[in-house]
Structures are given as C-alpha cells and as structure tokens.
C-alpha cells in the first residue's frame, strides 16, 4: 500500500503543530517556575500542593503571633524592669530614711513629697500602654485604665492568653493586681503620715513598717513575674527554632508537589532542549514536504 503525498504532509503538519504545543507547554511551566500548572496536569499533586499551603499559612500564622506575643512581653518586662528600680531603690531608701531619728520633721515632711513622687511614678507605670494604646496590666480590659487615681485596681481579673503554636497556650500578660498588690494605698498612708503636723511617731512607725513590708512583698512579686516571663520569651524561641523548621520543609514539600523544586527545574530545563530540537526537526520535515510537487493518488 502506497501512502499519498497528501497523507504525509498532512501528517507531516499536525506532527509539527504538536511539536509547537509540546515545546509551548514546556515553556510555559519553565516560565511560571513550576511544573504543574493545572490541576489536571497532577491531580494528587495539585491536591498536595493544597493541603501543603494551608500548612504554610496556618504555621506563618503562628509565626505571627509568636512575633507580637514577644513584643508584648518584652514591653511588658521593660516596664517590669522600672518598677523595680523603683522599688528596691528609690522607696526602699526613703523609707529607710524616714524611720532615721535624725531627721527633723520638715526632713520627713521633704521625704513625704518625694515618695508622693515614686508613687506617681509607680502609677504611671502599672497604667502604662502598649503601641496599640492597649492598657497592659488591665488583663482583658485594655481599653481603660487597671488602677484609678486612689490607687485601687479596677481592671479584669483574667490575664490575656494566646494560642502561639498548634495546641500551645501561653499567658502574654499579667494583671495589675497581681504585680502591684495595694501598694499605692499604703504608700498614701506613709505620705500621710509623714506630711502630718504634727508627725503621730506611733501612726508614723506603723505607716512606714507597713510600706517597707508592702514593698518587700512587691519585689518577691515582681520577681516572680519576671521570671514567668523570661520562661515565656525562652517558650517563644524554642517554638520559632521548630517553627521555622516545619514551615521550611513545608516550602520544600509545596515545591516537590508543584514541580517547582531544583531537580523539576533542572529537568524542564533539558526538556526545552529536547523540545526545541523535536520541534525543528519536525519543521525540517515539514518544509521538505513542503516542497515535493508529486501527489499520489
């Protein structure tokens, strides 16, 4: 059986119309930088690359979180960080101060303003706000003050918690009760006391001993709160240390799945050779057929 030379050059075209959409495709994947562009090229692929992004967003997410429960907590431990100051040094030394009998009643009077001054400063500090504007020792109740003017706390009674990785919970916070105690309302009775005229010595001793135990106690309790803390920040680290691992094998494992990989990468780029020398071979083909003048019938 002879085969015509219409046949072949019919053949001979759609051979060469393949080869261009053959060499078109393997293009298009090496421009878009991956090897599935469709999820009919791979549905399981397509269908991995899938479950494999919402991975990635749930572990960026965490990631996130993770990044602003650290800035919460360092701020929080910065302000930390001035109460005691506060505390050990600037009260305690008052204090210590005005129980001396050599001070004068116009030095106890001079003492009194300036406790009545650390404790403004103490106030200012346990009503302070984050870079939001968010009160940080109010718990839940961030948008108004924890303490009023008298010193008294009226903020929640819930410290604010968040979920920082899949199933890990973490306090971010702690309530202004829990840090300060009432020691604003001791520290007026002592600037009472020692602001009177004339000085009660017997009121004046027991104000000051109660303020040099409500301070004591304020620093064991900020020493505890700092250490929550410090173990926090070190939770943060160990958790973004795995964190960044999962979420870089996860890239690995969306790439593998899309074809976007190294070794994909390599091969469609050994596959366009391969494509443009079908291709021009099929043109060559093409063309002789192109110029033969004898059709069989």
């Known amino acids: 059986m002879r085969l015509s030379t219409l046949y072949m050059f019919k053949n001979s075209a759609e051979n060469m119309s393949q080869r261009v959409n053959d060499n078109n495709n393997v293009y298009l994947k090496l421009s878009a930088g991956k090897s599935v ?12 690359a899938v479950k494999y992004q919402d991975a990635l967003a749930k572990l960026e997410l965490y990631s996130n979180v993770r990044s602003a429960a ?8 910065t302000i930390l960080s001035g109460v ?16 001396s009998e050599t001070y004068s009643d116009d030095d106890r009077k001079a003492l009194g303003a300036e406790i009545k001054g650390i404790r403004a400063n103490l106030m200012d500090l346990a009503n302070n706000r984050d870079g939001a504007g968010r009160y940080i020792f109010g718990g839940f109740k961030t948008d108004s ?3 009023d003017s008298a010193g008294n706390y009226v903020g929640g009674d819930v410290a604010l918690k968040q979920t920082v990785a899949d199933g890990t919970g973490m306090q971010i916070g702690h309530i202004g009760s829990d840090v300060f105690g009432d020691i604003f309302t001791i520290l007026d009775k002592s600037v009472e006391e020692l602001t009177r005229d004339p000085i009660d010595k017997s009121e004046l ?4 001993s109660a303020a040099s135990k409500a301070v004591s106690e304020g620093i064991e309790r900020l020493g505890k709160t700092q250490a929550e803390l ?3 920040l070190q939770q943060l680290d160990s958790l973004d240390l795995s964190g960044d691992v999962m979420i870089n094998d ?16 390599t091969s469609l780029i050994m596959d366009t050779k391969m494509s443009e020398f079908a291709l021009n071979a099929s043109m060559m083909v093409f063309q002789s057929m192109q110029k033969m003048n004898l059709f069989n019938k």
């Open 37 to 48: 562009l469709r999820a009919s090229d791979d549905p399981k692929a397509a269908t991995d």
């Open 230 to 232: 410090g173990t926090n």
């Open 250 to 265: 996860t890239i690995l494992k969306i790439q593998s799945a899309i074809g976007s990989d190294y070794g994909t990468m």
């Open 145 to 147: 003050a924890p303490f």
């Open 205 to 208: 001793d027991k104000a000051l």
């Open 70 to 77: 650290r800035g919460t907590l360092e701020h929080e431990d």
């Open 84 to 99: 005691g100051n506060l505390l050990t040094t600037s009260l305690t030394e008052k204090i210590v101060a005005a129980k």
